[in-house]
């Protein structure tokens, strides 16, 4: 399972195949020392429809990291990165082959950067929740409601939030959304949590790698990618000190 490591200066390879690299954000609960000049007037426009002032931080304090994260690896200025929107609304970069994949989760993001058009990454914080069983009949395959059976009442809401991710990040890879089903994807609940079942239409189960991702604190992350293998490289991004590409 890749971990995190903290790094004062950090020196990215270029990547290349079937390379992921996944950086870890530190979100800001307000605007100051943000560079919102490197957002779009639709960005900024979108944001202030969130009903509070620490969301609206969070999510410019996101959109402004990952532009330029992806500046890095483009090669452009921020604010001269294009985003478009596939059916479902998976975003993607105009005229790139650079795929890229985001996820938040209160004031933690991942960023997930790859060659590779099937990415999708997933970070979820752990809290209680309401009838968590109802839930698992709701969201869970029979296969998986199966396997809950046998899970310990005290590592429910782990194993809970470790398969949501993994869903949550299948679900982004195929482009699909929740539109998909959850339950029409199967996990292993236990580690090592590999795709078993997934609809014919994004090929075989083992066509697919799930990789959790090991960070401190209560909360669980999973990389999903279409790939032969997948050892991804995991960062923290300190925009105070940018990384350079090797």
């Not at 995190?4 to 979100?27: A, C, M, N």
């Not at 959109?63 to 975003?91: C, N, T, W």
Request: glycine share 6%; charged share 25%; proline share 4%.
């Amino acid at each position: 399972m890749p971990s995190f490591t903290s790094k004062t200066s950090v020196q990215i390879p270029r990547l290349e195949g079937e390379d992921v690299h996944v950086w870890k954000l530190k979100l800001s609960d307000s605007l100051d020392g943000l560079s919102l000049a490197v957002l779009s007037e639709e960005e900024v426009e979108k944001v202030s429809r969130l009903r509070s002032s620490k969301l609206r931080a969070r999510a410019l304090s996101m959109r402004v990291q990952l532009r330029q994260l992806l500046s890095l690896y483009l090669d452009l200025k921020p604010i001269d990165i294009h985003f478009q929107h596939a059916e479902f609304g998976k975003p993607s970069i105009i005229n790139s082959a650079l795929s890229f994949n985001v996820s938040h989760s209160a004031d933690t993001a991942l960023v997930a950067i790859g060659l590779c058009r099937e990415l999708g990454v997933d970070i979820e914080q752990w809290r209680e929740l309401d009838n968590l069983d109802g839930l698992v009949q709701r969201n869970f395959s029979s296969d998986e409601k199966e396997q809950w059976l046998s899970i310990n009442d005290e590592d429910k809401q782990q194993t809970f939030f470790n398969i949501w991710t993994c869903k949550e990040a299948f679900i982004k890879a195929t482009g699909r959304g929740l539109g998909m089903g959850v339950r029409r994807c199967t996990f292993n609940l236990q580690s090592p949590h590999e795709l078993r079942q997934c609809p014919e239409q994004y090929g075989e189960a083992t066509d697919w790698r799930c990789v959790p991702l090991e960070f401190d604190g209560p909360l669980s992350a999973t990389l999903m990618v279409g790939a032969n293998a997948c050892a991804p490289l995991i960062f923290e991004f300190d925009s105070d000190n940018f990384p350079e590409i090797a």
